[in-house]
């Protein structure tokens, strides 16, 4: 169902957004991922982090981290380790499994991402990005 905010133009931009994230958490699902964990995941890819990055990267409470976390250790696919020098600070670590599912998940996700735009030329890509560039750094003040 479309929102209703009373603009019809941010309506769109939900209701597009929204879409595009369920059919990314679906096409996920069959991996055994939901979008939460793929994106965290991703957050671990490059470098080991704390659980309080990867809670300020996905811009959620450090709970959630522990959650998703759980289910993904549970799984075999990230571990918890102490820092070196730290030791009140617990790291993140993607397995070898782990980097196998974020590469398998990672075709799922681009797979759903480009089926949302692949009617939409390169130009009106780049137009749409660029549109929405703009909207995104404006500050919004109410």
Do not use: W
Not at 8 to 27: G, H, M, P, Q, S
Not at 44 to 56: I, K, P
């Amino acid at each position: 169902m479309r929102p209703d905010t009373g603009n019809e133009l941010v309506d769109a931009v939900l209701f597009a957004a929204r879409r595009i994230r369920t059919a990314t958490d679906a096409n996920l699902r069959g991996r055994g991922l939901s979008l939460s964990s793929f994106k965290l995941l991703k957050a671990l890819a490059s470098e080991d982090r704390s659980m309080r990055e990867v809670s300020d990267m996905l811009r959620v409470s450090p709970r959630t981290v522990t959650d998703i976390i759980d289910g993904l250790a549970s799984r075999g696919l990230v571990q918890r380790h102490a820092h070196p020098s730290d030791r009140r600070v617990t790291l993140l670590r993607l397995t070898e499994e782990g980097v196998r599912q974020l590469a398998e998940a990672t075709v799922e996700a681009d797979r759903a991402r480009d089926a949302a735009i692949s009617g939409l030329t390169e130009e009106e890509q780049d137009t749409l990005r660029g549109l929405l560039d703009r909207v995104a750094a404006r500050p919004v003040r109410c």
